[in-house]
């Protein structure tokens, strides 16, 4: 297992069940060869190449039966209930609970950072969020919090109705979140998750601007749990497995979720930040997902360019922020498409197989297969 993944897990308490290994070792796609899109990723090619982003995870993996967890995405070191930042909302198709969005879009910002988790967790996310947020210095008298809780469904190896995630889970990952690298595949809220009819994750992906398109960043963080046909930098890897929705082997496993953050420095507002959000499906669709009738498919984008912070209590009535013109938008939004494409890539590569409930097994992608048909199609050398 990548150590990053496995010191997480070891961090969480957790006893591990039995993981498989594909003969080549989980790298991230970079790492094998596969450069998706043109533009050139940050030096950590993660959400966190985003200046003050940070992530945490808490990974449970107890017994036969739990394989779930949480992951907290923070926008900036300081308190963001005080200081809020843009933000924008869209839905590509609508099964599934992303809370908090209705005052997203009213708005345009987020009030706290953004939690990731199972279905039915969804409420003790809301909880152990809310909880952080009152009790930092300076919220004392903060009677409304409008916390940002986003899911996807891990009941196939998760016993989901055991509602494990609790409080402390939470909080403990808002605590855990750092900058640096970002533990991808089994843990947090990618745990119990399965992509494609392979085991899933979380995984994520940067990508920097050129300096004559402004040099801006754009991360993407996703949680991966959705089905359709596989494609990896334009190869039909899924049908070359014979392992595709529809396929008699995943004939009825489309459904799912797939729960996209993005994070940039642009100057963006919100309904710019939503149009990033919008293109991030593109990304999406690239790499074979469907936006099945039963998946939950959201994607929540935030601008941390400090001087548009919105301050919780100001003196000045009015905001002064700088916002990018609409005709220099497009390069984002190809950062976007790339990086949340490699980033559901990234979570299938890093994944590992797990058995969970009821002793259900999902195998980990299997590499070496799979990078025979990279090369076949000159996708690598």
Same mark, same amino acid.
């Given at each position: 297992?990548?150590?990053?993944?496995?010191?997480?897990?070891?961090?969480?308490?957790?006893?591990?069940?039995?993981?498989? &290994?594909?003969?080549?070792?989980?790298?991230?796609?970079?790492?094998?060869?596969?450069?998706?899109?043109?533009? &050139?990723?940050?030096?950590?090619?993660?959400?966190?190449?985003?200046?003050?982003?940070?992530?945490?995870? +808490?990974?449970?993996?107890?017994?036969? #039966?739990?394989?779930?967890?949480?992951?907290? $995405?923070?926008? #900036? /070191?300081?308190?963001?209930?005080?200081?809020?930042?843009? *933000?924008?909302?869209?839905?590509?198709?609508?099964?599934?609970?992303?809370?908090?969005?209705?005052?997203?879009?009213?708005?345009?910002?987020?009030?706290?950072?953004?939690?990731? +988790?199972?279905?039915?967790?969804? *409420? *003790?996310?809301?909880?152990?969020? $809310?909880?952080? +947020?009152?009790?930092?210095?300076?919220?004392?008298?903060?009677? /409304?919090?409008?916390?940002?809780?986003?899911?996807?469904?891990?009941?196939?190896?998760?016993?989901?109705?055991? @509602?494990?995630?609790?409080?402390?889970?939470?909080?403990?990952?808002?605590?855990?979140?750092?900058?640096?690298?970002?533990?991808?595949?089994?843990?947090?809220?990618?745990?119990?998750?399965?992509?494609?009819?392979?085991?899933?994750?979380?995984?994520?992906?940067?990508?920097?601007?050129?300096?004559?398109?402004?040099?801006?960043?754009?991360?993407?963080?996703?949680?991966?749990?959705?089905?359709?046909?596989?494609? $990896?930098?334009?190869?039909?890897?899924?049908?070359?497995?014979?392992?595709?929705?529809? %396929?008699?082997?995943?004939?009825?496993?489309?459904?799912? %979720?797939?729960?996209?953050?993005?994070?940039?420095?642009?100057?963006?507002?919100?309904?710019?930040?939503?149009?990033?959000?919008?293109?991030?499906?593109?990304?999406?669709? @690239?790499?074979?997902?469907?936006?099945?009738?039963?998946?939950?498919?959201?994607?929540?984008?935030?601008?941390? #360019?400090?001087?548009?912070?919105?301050? #919780? /209590?100001?003196?000045?009535?009015?905001?002064?922020?700088?916002?990018?013109?609409?005709?220099?938008?497009?390069?984002?939004?190809?950062?976007?498409?790339? *990086?949340?494409?490699?980033?559901?890539?990234?979570?299938?590569?890093?994944?590992? +197989?797990?058995?969970?409930?009821?002793?259900?097994?999902?195998?980990?992608?299997?590499?070496?297969?799979?990078?025979?048909?990279?090369?076949?199609?000159?996708? $690598?050398?």
């Amino acid at each position: 297992m990548h150590m990053r993944s496995l010191l997480l897990i070891l961090i969480a308490t957790i006893s591990f069940d039995s993981f498989s &290994q594909n003969i080549t070792e989980r790298k991230r796609a970079r790492d094998q060869g596969v450069k998706i899109g043109v533009l &050139q990723p940050g030096k950590l090619n993660a959400i966190t190449d985003v200046p003050g982003v940070t992530v945490g995870h +808490t990974t449970l993996i107890e017994g036969e #039966h739990i394989r779930t967890g949480v992951t907290a $995405i923070v926008p #900036h /070191s300081g308190n963001v209930f005080q200081s809020k930042v843009p *933000a924008g909302v869209y839905v590509e198709n609508g099964f599934g609970k992303l809370a908090g969005t209705t005052q997203v879009n009213e708005l345009g910002n987020i009030e706290t950072p953004i939690i990731l +988790t199972n279905t039915l967790s969804v *409420a *003790a996310g809301m909880n152990g969020l $809310i909880q952080y +947020t009152l009790s930092q210095p300076g919220n004392e008298n903060v009677q /409304s919090v409008n916390a940002i809780v986003g899911e996807t469904n891990d009941g196939y190896l998760n016993d989901i109705r055991g @509602r494990h995630v609790k409080e402390e889970h939470v909080i403990a990952a808002l605590k855990r979140a750092q900058g640096g690298a970002v533990p991808e595949g089994n843990v947090g809220a990618g745990t119990g998750t399965v992509c494609f009819g392979f085991k899933g994750g979380i995984g994520t992906s940067s990508r920097v601007l050129p300096k004559e398109a402004g040099g801006y960043t754009v991360g993407v963080l996703v949680q991966t749990n959705f089905g359709g046909v596989l494609t $990896i930098d334009g190869v039909g890897v899924g049908e070359a497995l014979k392992k595709f929705y529809m %396929s008699p082997l995943l004939r009825d496993t489309a459904d799912g %979720s797939c729960m996209i953050v993005i994070a940039t420095d642009a100057p963006l507002d919100a309904r710019n930040l939503q149009r990033l959000a919008k293109r991030s499906m593109l990304g999406l669709a @690239r790499t074979g997902g469907i936006a099945s009738n039963g998946s939950g498919d959201y994607a929540i984008a935030f601008s941390t #360019h400090e001087a548009n912070r919105i301050e #919780h /209590s100001a003196d000045n009535r009015l905001d002064q922020m700088t916002d990018l013109r609409n005709d220099a938008t497009s390069p984002l939004f190809m950062a976007v498409i790339e *990086a949340t494409e490699e980033a559901v890539i990234n979570s299938l590569f890093m994944a590992t +197989t797990m058995t969970g409930k009821d002793q259900h097994t999902i195998e980990a992608l299997p590499l070496d297969e799979v990078l025979k048909l990279l090369k076949k199609h000159n996708v $690598i050398k």
